[in-house]
C-alpha cells in the first residue's frame, strides 16, 4: 500500500462530546482515534484518520493502533482491519480540501421539541429520525408529531437493529410511509429486510448489514438505499465496488460518518463529491462533538526502512 514514503507520525486524539452519546450497548462520553500523518520521498504530505467506532467497528482503538505501527515497521502481511485500511488510503490520497463540513439534512434524536427545535433552524424538508431507542408507541407518536406539524418534511427513518418484527410492522403500518424515504437496518434480524418490504411496502436502507463479513451486495425489491460509513468498510475500493454496484440497480448510495473528527469527514466528504455526487453525505454528527480543542498525544515517529 505504502510506497516512496520516508516518515510517518501516529497521534491519538481525544475528544469530548457535548453529552454522553448511546452506541448500541455503550455509552460514550468523548471520541478517541488516530491521525496518521505520512511524508512522501517527493516533499507530499499525507493525513489520515483511524477511528473504530465502539460498539460497531470489528477492531477496538488498541488493535487498530498495535496494526498501524506494527504495518509503518513493516510487520504486518494480513489484512487490515477497516479503519486502518481506510486511514491509509486517505493519507496516501494527500491531503483533503479544508472546506466547511455542511450536511445535507439533520440527524434528529430526542424529544418532539428537540427535533422542533432543529427542523425550525433548518431550511430543509429532509431529515434523518432515530428510532427503536424508546418504546414503539413512542416511536409511532413521534413520527405522528413530526408528520402533523411538518408536512412538507420527508423523513429517513433509523433503527440501527431496533424493532423486532412485530414492533416495526406496528410503526409503519400506522404513518404515512409515502413520506419516508426508508427505513435503515429495522430489524434485529436483517434477513427478514426483504419480507418487511414486501409486508408494508416501505422502502430499506442497509448499514450495518453491509459490515457483515459475509456480506455481498444482492439487489431485493424494496431496496432503496445503502449508508456507506467508509471507515466501516475499509478500502477505498471496496466503498467504489459496491457503489458502483448499487447504482446499476438503481439503488442509492449515501456516504456517512461513524462519528469522525472533523478531519475525517473532510474525507468522507471528499468521497461523496468523487464517487455519489448526487447524494448529500450523512455528516451531522459533528455537532455532537463539544467545541473544546481535542486533546493529541504523539503515540511515535517510523521511519521507512529501504
Not at 109 to 129: P, R, Y
Not at 282 to 299: H, M, P, R, V, W
Amino acid at each position: 500500500m505504502l510506497c516512496n514514503w520516508q516518515s510517518a507520525t501516529l497521534s491519538r486524539y481525544t475528544q469530548a462530546f457535548i453529552k454522553p452519546i448511546q452506541f448500541g450497548a455503550l455509552t460514550l462520553s468523548q471520541r478517541q482515534g488516530l491521525y496518521l500523518e505520512i511524508r512522501f520521498s517527493d516533499g507530499r504530505i499525507g493525513r489520515g484518520e483511524i477511528a473504530p467506532l465502539p460498539g460497531f467497528s470489528e477492531e477496538t482503538l488498541e488493535q487498530a493502533e498495535q496494526q498501524t505501527k506494527d504495518y509503518l515497521q513493516g510487520l504486518v502481511q494480513r489484512k487490515l482491519y477497516p479503519s486502518v485500511a481506510f486511514g491509509f488510503d486517505c493519507a496516501m490520497a494527500g491531503l483533503p480540501p479544508t472546506t466547511p463540513i455542511v450536511s445535507g439534512y439533520p440527524l434528529l434524536n430526542g424529544d418532539f421539541a428537540h427535533c422542533q427545535e432543529v427542523l425550525d433552524a433548518q431550511a430543509g424538508n429532509l431529515a434523518k429520525l432515530k428510532v427503536a431507542r424508546q418504546s414503539p408507541k413512542q416511536d409511532l407518536e413521534l413520527i405522528q408529531q413530526l408528520q402533523q406539524h411538518y408536512p412538507k418534511l420527508r423523513l429517513r427513518l433509523d433503527a440501527n437493529r431496533g424493532w423486532i418484527w412485530n414492533q416495526a410492522i406496528f410503526v409503519l403500518e400506522n404513518i404515512d410511509l409515502s413520506r419516508i424515504d426508508y427505513v435503515e437496518e429495522p430489524l434485529m434480524n436483517s434477513q427478514q429486510c426483504e419480507l418487511l418490504a414486501k409486508r408494508t411496502g416501505t422502502g430499506i436502507g442497509l448499514d450495518e448489514t453491509l459490515q457483515d463479513s459475509s456480506y455481498r451486495y444482492h439487489y431485493f425489491e424494496g431496496l432503496r438505499c445503502l449508508v456507506i460509513k467508509p471507515s466501516l468498510l475499509g478500502p477505498w475500493r471496496t466503498c467504489a465496488s459496491i457503489i458502483d454496484r448499487a447504482q446499476a440497480d438503481q439503488v442509492s448510495c449515501v456516504l456517512s460518518s461513524a462519528y469522525e473528527s472533523e478531519f475525517g469527514l473532510q474525507w468522507i466528504n471528499t468521497m461523496a463529491k468523487q464517487y455519489t455526487p448526487e447524494q448529500a453525505p450523512g455528516l451531522d454528527t459533528l455537532k455532537a462533538f463539544s467545541e473544546q480543542a481535542a486533546d493529541i498525544e504523539i503515540l511515535g515517529t517510523f521511519h521507512h526502512k529501504l
